[in-house]
Structures are given as C-alpha cells and as structure tokens.
C-alpha cells in the first residue's frame, strides 16, 4: 500500500514538473500581451486599466507597468491569504511573481521590433499583444496547476455573495475598471474588444491547447 502511494506522488511530482514550463511560457505571453497592448496606447483589459491606473497615480513611468503589476498583484495574493487560502498554490505564485518582470521584457521586446508609432502600428501593436495575452492566459489555464491572484479574489467574492463565478467576474472587472479608470488608467478600443471577445477566446484557446498539445504529451485534464 505504502510504495503505491509513493508512486503515485512521485507521478504526481513528475506530471507537475513537466506542466511548470508550460504553465511558465503562457505567463511569458500575458506579460508580453500587457506590455504591446500598453505600447499600443488603444486600452487596456479591465485588469490591465487597474494596473496602469495605479502606476498612473503613482507617478511611475509607462515602463515601470511590471513593477506597479507585482505590487498590485502582491495585494491580491494577500487578501486571498486573508479570506480563503484554498484558492493559494504553485500556480498562484508562478503566475504572479514573475509577471511584472516578463512586462518589462515585452516592452523591451516591443522596442527592439520598432513598430511604427502610426495608427497603423498601433493597431498591430493592440492586436500582436491581445493575441498573446488570450494565447498566454488559455494556456495557463489549461495547466491546470492553479489560479492567479485576480482569480483568486474573483472566487472569493463569489463566495461571499453566493453567485455564479460569471456574475462575481463581470462585477470585479467592472470595479477594476473603474478604480483604473479614476486613477487615470488607459480606456480605448482594446478595452471594449476584451470586454467583448477575450472569454470565449480564452476558453476556445485552453480546451484546444488541452485536447491536442497536452494529450499528446499526455498531461491533458481528460486523461486525468
């Protein structure tokens, strides 16, 4: 009994050691995403108009976005460990440590690639940096190895008010943008396109990721 435990967590060990990388290369792409739409100056997801507002109201430089995203992120990872810790594990933190510093290597990224600062640049900006954020996020999710701290207070709000997750996520994301906004937070195009598209986006992005590049490599949730 005792060496098929053991066998069953070293799998366990292993499988989460293999899904670490992945996991890790779609938090690359949010904060690739974040940084070209930011570049891109045509609005931010509500998060990502949270996060520009306070850097906005701190004073702090376009290019300090990653570090304004760890602080704010760090608050969020907090107020989860307050109020319901079940929703803390490895992925929160692979999600949430790094990404202030994958940011400011997008916007890095972002420089070395010159893109016109025309309408025309910024539109192809907007769209390379939502297609990595959607690209980033679904894989992340289809890890399945945990949430982000964003997520996390999503849930717990959830709880609180006993609702579906989709009303407590259109209620935080509206809060989100608001408090972003006021704080001077960027609101454009891309603001009302992710309101719009990102969800089913998203989903269609991890359910796919997961039925074809998991299952061959055999880390799928359905051959769980």
């Not at 899904?19 to 998060?47: E, T, Y």
């Not at 108009?49 to 570090?67: A, H, N, Q, T, W």
């Not at 929703?87 to 010159?114: C, E, M, Q, R, W």
């Not at 959830?158 to 906004?181: E, N, P, T, W």
Request: charged content about 15%; overall charge positive.
């Amino acid at each position: 009994m005792d060496n098929t435990i053991s066998k069953f967590k070293n799998k366990s060990y292993e499988t989460l050691l293999r899904k670490l990388p992945i996991a890790l290369a779609g938090v690359i792409l949010v904060g690739f995403g974040l940084a070209f739409n930011s570049a891109g100056r045509l609005g931010n997801d509500p998060v990502a108009v949270l996060y520009d507002g306070v850097r906005s109201i701190l004073g702090f430089p376009i290019e300090k976005l990653g570090l304004v995203t760890n602080m704010v992120n760090v608050v969020f990872l907090a107020i989860v460990l307050i109020f319901n810790r079940k929703y803390i594990n490895i992925g929160t933190f692979i999600y949430a440590l790094p990404l202030g510093n994958f940011i400011s290597l997008g916007f890095k990224l972002h420089d070395v690639l010159n893109i016109p600062g025309t309408m025309g640049g910024r539109i192809l900006t907007s769209f390379l940096g939502c297609t990595m954020l959607f690209l980033g996020v679904g894989i992340f999710i289809a890890m399945n190895i945990g949430m982000d701290p964003v997520t996390g207070v999503t849930m717990i709000v959830r709880d609180k008010m006993r609702r579906q997750y989709k009303v407590a996520k259109v209620m935080c994301d509206i809060i989100s943008l608001a408090v972003g906004f006021s704080f001077g937070g960027k609101v454009g195009a891309v603001t009302v396109i992710a309101a719009l598209i990102a969800g089913p986006i998203i989903q269609k992005v991890s359910e796919t990721f997961d039925k074809t590049v998991l299952k061959k490599i055999n880390l799928s949730k359905l051959a769980a």
